[in-house]
């Protein structure tokens, strides 16, 4: 049963392993991947990951955890807000 149904907040937990493997729990969606930037919703704010390289070796939506291998550059959380799109954030 999902976190959300029991009416529980998911855990937010990184987990970085050098510059190359980032962990990430807490996780509740996915905004965009590219080999770039990575930008997750987690239950602590948007959290941006840029890079190079970068993938998502392992995904579980359900259980809220992410893995990203590749060149980890910056991590970076905004405002718990989700107005402006994509674009507005990583720009303006």
Known sequence: M?????GLELP???TMEGRARLNVTGITEIES???????LY???????IHGRQLHLSTLSVDG????????IDSLAYEDEQ???????????
Request: hydrophobic letters at 30%; aromatic letters at 8%.
């Open 82 to 92: 989700r107005g402006g799109g994509l674009l507005q954030r990583l720009f303006g």
């Open 64 to 71: 809220g955890q992410a893995s990203v291998d590749g060149t």
């Open 42 to 48: 987690t239950t602590r704010g948007t959290l941006v």
């Open 33 to 39: 991947f590219d080999e770039n930037t990575v930008v």
């Open 2 to 6: 999902a976190y959300e149904e029991k």
């Open 12 to 14: 937010h937990r990184l």
